[in-house]
């Protein structure tokens, strides 16, 4: 599968941004789908994640109630809603896939599960 993530931007604190990442090669509803994210001079971290049918949804802590992943596998879009953006919201973010289901809780956050990434689409939070 190939990943094409797009909808980054320049924000001001407090905006709201949609980041997608579209499927192609073959159909989103095979794949465990995750949002991460690496700022500069930072590692590659979890942000979201989603399971194929659409539910469960998993968050950090640090977007939890701010940040809304969703799917649409017969689009074969994976979205990520951004709501009340911070300065250390800034980063590129990355979609990623894995095939089959996880059914631990645990690995949706691990960067290590996914074995498919997409190329990433720099959102930034001025304030």
């Known amino acids: 599968v190939q990943l094409q993530a797009s909808g980054g931007g320049f924000l001001q604190v407090g905006g709201s941004l949609r980041v997608s990442c579209v499927a192609s090669?073959?159909?989103?509803?095979?794949?465990?789908m995750g949002w991460f994210r690496q700022a500069p001079g930072n590692e590659r971290e979890f942000v979201a994640a989603?399971?194929?049918?659409?539910?469960?949804?998993y968050y950090s802590d640090s977007v939890k109630g701010r940040f809304t992943v969703s799917r649409d596998n017969a689009k074969n879009t994976l979205y990520l809603q951004m709501n009340n953006l911070k300065p250390e919201d800034t980063a590129v973010y990355y979609c990623?896939?894995?095939?089959?289901?996880?059914?631990?809780?645990?690995?949706?956050?691990?960067?290590?599960?996914?074995?498919?990434w997409g190329q990433g689409t720099l959102v930034t939070v001025s304030s």
């Open positions: 990623a896939a894995r095939e089959g289901l996880f059914h631990v809780p645990s690995y949706y956050s691990q960067r290590s599960r996914y074995d498919w």
């Open positions: 090669g073959r159909a989103l509803g095979r794949y465990e």
């Open positions: 989603i399971s194929s049918p659409g539910s469960p949804t």
